[in-house]
Nanobody, 116 residues
Framework: QVQLVESGGGLVQPGGSLRLSCVVS????????MRWYRQGPGKERELVAV????????QYGDSVRGRFTISRDNAKNMVYLQMNSLKAEDTAVYYC?????????WGQGTQVTVSS
């Protein structure tokens, strides 16, 4: 059974940091490109960050580049999103996604709220 479980969300003040984690099971994690998406209130789902299966290449959305860092540990079946210098507009539900060819798997999401 495929499972992706995000954690690490919460309430943080502007300028603060959070680290999101996603643990996966039910498929060969090291074969998959991993992505973080987010969906803010009243907004469309947005691609935040991507990391290739071996971790060699990372890409970021324009709104988070320089503030967020995606990483993965293939030995632990984990992908992470380190979020620094958080802004109110980063408030969203953050989703972990695994992608390979025609397969797309999603987690249930974790809420991040940036507010003073």
């Amino acid at each position: 059974q495929v499972q992706l479980v995000e954690s690490g969300g919460g309430l943080v003040q502007p300028g603060g940091s959070l680290r999101l984690s996603c643990v996966v099971s039910g498929f060969t994690f090291s074969f998959y490109t991993m992505r973080w998406y987010r969906q803010g209130p009243g907004k469309e789902r947005e691609l935040v960050a991507v990391i290739t299966s071996d971790g060699g290449i990372t890409q970021y959305g324009d709104s988070v580049r320089g503030r967020f860092t995606i990483s993965r540990d293939n030995a632990k079946n984990m992908v992470y999103l380190q979020m620094n210098s958080l802004k109110a507009e980063d408030t969203a539900v953050y989703y972990c996604n695994a992608h390979r060819v025609i397969n797309d798997y999603w987690g249930q999401g974790t809420q991040v709220t940036v507010s003073s």
